[in-house]
């Protein structure tokens, strides 16, 4: 079975400062991993995802992530945050990747505020 | 990029009612839908896996007679929460899978009942 743990379940910090959200996995066999943020009252909109090759991903709104087999992590980072980068953010992994067998298990979430 | 639709975004209902919520993906065919249940300030948690034509498979601890889910068509699916109570107030989410696609997720529904 897998999972994943987020052990910060909330992140203060100021506006154009760094920030780093942590996210560790646990699974027996290779996993895809995703990045998502959920603002208020909406749904989840995908930031990044890794599923092969680079370690070092790339997203939306100048998010990157880095995977980190060796240590079964996910860190998702940003070097300056914005006022608007205060959301949720949720970690998930899966074994498949479409269909029936892209069963996400989600961690239980990163709240990110940034504040002037 | 793909879009999946979730309606309503919001309802409020007296209990013992039954409520219906849709998701619709809007340009791919979702071979698989998933519906979610989240509570405030939590994660998302897994309620049930539906493939088209098929019943769906319901995770455990979630009631398959109180949350009637319907997978009739490649972009059609909806939740039904029968006779439902405050304690069924809640967000639900869906998101849907197809051939190379992964999931798409809709935008919520609050439902509170009162």
């Known amino acids: 079975a897998q999972s994943v743990t987020q052990l910060d379940s909330q992140v203060p910090v100021f506006e154009e400062a760094p920030v780093e959200l942590r996210c560790n996995y646990s699974s027996s066999v290779s996993v895809y991993l995703f990045w998502y943020v959920q603002y208020p009252n909406q749904g989840l909109q995908l930031l990044l995802k890794?599923?092969?090759?680079?370690?070092l991903v790339k997203g939306i709104n100048g998010f990157e992530a880095e995977f980190n087999k060796s240590q079964t992590s996910f860190h998702l980072r940003k070097p300056s945050v914005h006022i608007s980068d205060t959301a949720e953010y949720f970690c998930a992994v899966t074994e498949g990747l479409t269909g029936g067998g892209n069963k996400l298990t989600f961690g239980t979430g990163t709240q990110l505020k940034v504040e002037l | 990029g793909a879009v999946v639709s979730q309606h309503p975004s919001r309802v409020i209902c007296k209990s013992g009612t039954s409520v219906k919520i849709e998701c619709r993906s809007l340009?791919?065919?979702?071979?698989?839908m998933f519906w979610y249940r989240q509570f405030p300030k939590q994660s998302l948690m897994l309620m049930a896996t539906s493939n088209e034509g098929s019943k769906a498979t319901y995770e455990q601890g979630v009631e398959k007679d109180k949350f009637l889910i319907n997978h009739a068509s490649l972009t059609l699916s909806t939740l039904t929460v029968t006779s439902a109570h405050p304690e069924d107030s809640s967000f639900y989410i869906c998101s849907a899978s197809g051939v190379n696609q992964p999931q798409h997720f809709g935008d919520g529904t609050r439902l509170s009942i009162l």
């Open positions: 340009d791919f065919q979702a071979t698989t």
């Open positions: 890794y599923l092969s090759g680079s370690t």
